[in-house]
């Protein structure tokens, strides 16, 4: 069974930092590209940031762009995404999701994990 765990999320103070964790099984992540996406309360998904596979190109939503950061460790079957500079508006349920190619795709995607939540608060 192909699974994707996230992990890493939870409370931070407006200004903090936190890296969020995507660690496959089941699957052999270098293959794929791979993306980030969140969604807020009432809100629908946004997509944040991206990673292709081999080529190894990083793309970010204008929301976040130089504030995260998306990396893959091929080694430890895992992608991350650190986020840094945080803002009230960045709270949400953060997914990892696996795209079908090499290439990051923008909304389609062969599956995703069952997210990790990330709230920003004073």
């Known amino acids: 069974e192909v699974q994707l765990v996230e992990s890493g999320g939870g409370l931070v103070q407006p200004g903090g930092s936190l890296r969020l964790s995507c660690t496959a099984s089941g699957i052999t992540l270098s293959n794929y590209a791979m993306s980030w996406a969140r969604q807020a309360p009432g809100k629908g998904l946004e997509w944040v940031a991206g990673?292709?596979?081999?080529?190894?190109?990083?793309y970010y939503g204008d929301s976040v762009k130089g504030r995260f950061t998306i990396s893959r460790d091929n080694a430890k079957n895992t992608v991350y995404l650190q986020l840094s500079s945080l803002k009230t508006e960045d709270t949400a349920l953060y997914y990892c999701?696996?795209?079908?190619?090499?290439?990051?795709?923008?909304?389609?995607?062969?599956?995703r994990g069952q997210g990790t939540q990330v709230t920003v608060s004073s």
């Open positions: 990673i292709d596979s081999r080529a190894g190109g990083t």
């Open positions: 999701t696996q795209h079908p190619g090499d290439l990051v795709r923008w909304g389609i995607y062969d599956r």
